[in-house]
């Protein structure tokens, strides 16, 4: 419901395929196959580019994501809702 709700006010890339309801990463997987596969055929240069996002959720501040949906105009229950996920969050690594 809540990422419903954001999709309104912060759209998400087509090929966005983490935390929404899409049936995996394999659609993207096989555009990427189909692009050198067809790269290959007319002898093309094809630039791959893969980002590693591994730290990306540690680097953007909570309060930095409220304000943003704040300034967006997000309904106020969903900014509240996102506020309380984070609110005393802990990572531990086993």
Do not use: W
Request: charged share 20%.
């Amino acid at each position: 419901i809540a990422a419903v709700r954001l999709s309104c006010a912060c759209p998400i890339h087509p090929r966005q395929r983490g935390f929404i309801c899409t049936s995996n990463c394999s659609e993207n997987l096989k555009l990427l196959q189909l692009l050198v596969k067809s790269a290959e055929q007319e002898h093309c240069h094809l630039g791959v580019v893969c980002v590693d996002i591994a730290k990306a959720f540690d680097t953007v501040s909570h309060q930095h994501v409220i304000v943003g949906l704040t300034e967006r105009r997000v309904d106020p229950h969903i900014v509240h809702l996102v506020s309380e996920m984070y609110r005393g969050i802990t990572t531990y690594i086993v």
